[in-house]
């Protein structure tokens, strides 16, 4: 995070002594990233926050990841994993399904209606896209409120919860970074400060506003870490002596925030402008941009739909949120649909869109994507929401069965 937060109680000075009201001692933790060579921040517990009393082996839900080969670009549904399962019975820790994933990061999917256990991910940054519903993020720096379009932004290692009022439904998009999720450098001063030029700004990121408090014995924390595995990732729980929400203070620049969709002031101009213009967060070999309704290219020859692209570089994940996505017109694309478009593969509207597109002067789309260098492998829920036919939809008359191509 760029800037500096204070909430709760503090010492005069980081590293000495300090006691609350009772002379009972605060024990001092600094969660930090890079080795103390960059942003962290310092919590006082009541507790001891290394006590562990017991661990036990947590299966994570299948994490099988299959090459996308023979190499073809995709369209998954992702609508139909939600409605084929009870959000009642479903959370957003446990309840994840993997829809992608590669060594730097994992997109899994949900919709939940149970609050979660407690949980932290030891691999890196989570970033959290709400496509529906509200939710409470409860942390050890304090709670969250998350509603429609807000990305949260969770630091490797912060244990946390999502609560879930009872009979809600919430539709979450989760990107899993085995690194730290942050605005790109670019829209950064050398001291971290959000530039002009950036499409938002600190106004715009929202951190917990008070302490949060909660007394327990036994306390479970599901943990995801490195380890073995087709994604490098398991899982164990730890039983906690006291409860880890025991935070009466904290200050620094590392802590939970949020950001809502709405917020981000997409950046137009004469003719098309690339996806960087819409990046929103990176982390370690991957960028996430987001696309928002707003007017279009005013040349008056402007094609406003993006021109053909091979990003060589890079694989890409469309996740298409609200609104119909013009580029996409015919391609059997809507709300809750991914395209996975692979690196190399040259891509662009579908037959008819840049007809359709000309004198258009606005969009009303809404997609959140991730731009990935390693290849992208399908997880489980990837290969059973895969609509089968996507490559197919820049040439009709052509068909994909039987694992071939035919003329219909
Ligand atoms: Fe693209």
């Known amino acids: 995070m760029p800037y500096y937060q204070q909430l709760g109680s503090v010492p005069k000075h980081r590293h000495t002594l300090f006691k609350d009201e009772s002379g009972a001692i605060l024990y001092e933790e600094l969660m930090g990233e890079e080795g103390f060579s960059s942003d962290s921040s310092l919590l006082y517990h009541r507790h001891i926050p290394s006590g562990v009393i017991g661990s036990r082996v947590w299966e994570l839900p299948d994490q099988t990841l299959t090459p996308n080969h023979p190499l073809l670009p995709r369209h998954l549904r992702l609508h139909d994993l939600g409605s084929a399962s009870d959000p009642a019975?479903?959370?957003a820790v446990t309840g994840r399904r993997l829809v992608m994933g590669n060594g730097d990061v994992r997109l899994s999917y949900a919709w939940v209606g149970k609050t979660s256990p407690l949980y932290k991910n030891g691999l890196g940054d989570e970033c959290v896209y709400v496509e529906k519903g509200n939710a409470v993020v409860e942390t050890q720096f304090g709670a969250l409120p998350v509603e429609e379009g807000d990305y949260i932004i969770i630091p490797r290692a912060t244990?946390?919860?999502?609560?879930?009022?009872?009979?809600d439904v919430v539709q979450l998009y989760f990107m899993e970074a085995n690194s730290h999720i942050g605005p790109p450098k670019r829209y950064l001063s050398k001291y971290g400060q959000f530039l002009e030029h950036s499409p938002y700004c600190e106004r715009d990121l929202h951190g917990p506003s008070s302490p949060l408090l909660a007394e327990g014995t036994n306390v479970e924390v599901y943990i995801k870490h490195r380890g073995a595995g087709p994604t490098g990732v398991i899982g164990s729980i730890h039983i906690l002596p006291t409860h880890p929400f025991d935070v009466v203070g904290w200050d620094g620049c590392l802590y939970p925030f949020t950001f809502n969709i709405r917020d981000y002031m997409p950046i137009t101009g004469k003719i098309h402008q690339p996806p960087p213009v819409h990046q929103v967060f990176e982390g370690h070999n991957f960028v996430i941009c987001n696309f928002l309704p707003r007017k279009v290219d005013y040349h008056e020859l402007a094609v406003p739909v993006p021109y053909y692209h091979s990003n060589v570089d890079s694989?890409?994940?469309m996740f298409y949120v609200a609104?119909?996505?013009e580029a996409r017109?015919?391609?059997?694309?809507?709300?809750?649909?991914?395209s996975l478009h692979p690196g190399g593969h040259p891509h662009g509207p579908q037959p008819g869109a840049i007809e359709a597109s000309v004198g258009v002067e606005r969009f009303d789309e809404t997609a959140v994507m991730v731009d990935t260098f390693l290849p992208l492998h399908l997880g489980e829920a990837g290969m059973a929401t895969d609509d089968g036919k996507y490559a197919e939809s820049w040439t009709p008359g052509h068909e994909w069965t039987g694992g071939k191509w035919s003329n219909s």
């Open 329 to 338: 017109k015919g391609s059997g694309i809507n709300k809750g649909s991914i």
């Open 159 to 167: 244990i946390h919860r999502w609560v879930i009022a009872g009979g």
């Open 89 to 91: 019975t479903v959370d």
């Open 315 to 317: 694989d890409e994940v």
């Open 323 to 325: 609104g119909d996505y």
